[in-house]
């Protein structure tokens, strides 16, 4: 069965440097998806993605960050500036109709 | 603003205990309503999915769900638990033109055997 991978599955970082989380969504889906879960807290919507632009974004996704989709494979979130508090698990997710399907998560740690 | 409530953080049963795990979710237009789980160490998987019609939908490993538009609720059951089921389950919302899903706390599920 097709999933959506995640790398790495954990980054660490330094406060103020730019990090990028990759995402390979299942082949044949349009709609991209990132999320985040800080430690003890809601799975958050961060943003939306579908024909190579941004389709949503929540107040949480500002300049620091970024999306792209450099090929027909991957699905990019970047970072510019990292803060302590872009501590999280990051979940990239994409859908073709009308389930979004989960990646397995990357671990930022800013310190 | 959409927004969903799970009222159980964390709830322990022995096996073959009946569940439910209560959602409530506040956005007065139309919704689309889904139940996640993570069992340890894995991803989100989709474990039902409510969209229309019957409100009472059937999901993967004999969980259920029942959308009460009046209560603006959707509680996930099952009538038998196994230890299996011992994972972290999401209630999520979009709808009203939002794309990305709203999700509740979470709620922590753990079955003694």
């Known amino acids: 069965e097709p999933e959506v991978t995640q790398t790495p599955s954990h980054q660490v970082t330094q406060m103020g440097q730019e990090v990028i989380l990759r995402c390979v969504p299942i082949s044949n889906h349009l709609y991209f998806y990132w999320y985040r879960q800080i430690l003890g807290q809601k799975v958050e919507f961060l943003v939306s993605?579908?024909?190579?632009?941004?389709?949503?974004k929540s107040e949480i996704f500002d300049d620091q960050f970024s999306v792209e989709r450099p090929d027909g494979s991957n699905f990019t979130l970047k970072i510019r500036s990292t803060k302590l508090e872009d501590s999280a698990m990051y979940f990239c997710?994409?859908?073709?109709?009308?389930?979004?399907?989960f990646g397995p998560g990357t671990r930022l740690t800013v310190l | 603003a959409q927004s969903v409530s799970q009222h159980n953080h964390h709830v322990i049963l022995s096996e073959a205990a009946s569940l439910e795990l209560g959602c409530n979710y506040s956005?007065?237009?139309?919704?689309?309503l889904f139940w996640y789980v993570q069992y340890p160490g894995q991803h989100l998987q989709l474990l039902l999915k409510y969209f229309s019609g019957d409100p009472l939908v059937k999901g993967i490993k004999g969980f259920e769900a029942e959308f009460i538009k009046s209560k603006f609720s959707f509680n996930l059951r099952k009538p038998s638990v196994q230890w299996s089921d011992t994972a972290e389950y999401f209630c999520a919302v979009n709808g009203g033109g939002a794309d990305g899903l709203t999700f509740g706390k979470g709620t922590h599920l753990i079955i003694q055997p």
């Open positions: 956005y007065g237009g139309t919704v689309n």
């Open positions: 997710a994409s859908r073709n109709s009308d389930t979004q399907y």
């Open positions: 993605f579908y024909n190579n632009e941004i389709s949503e």
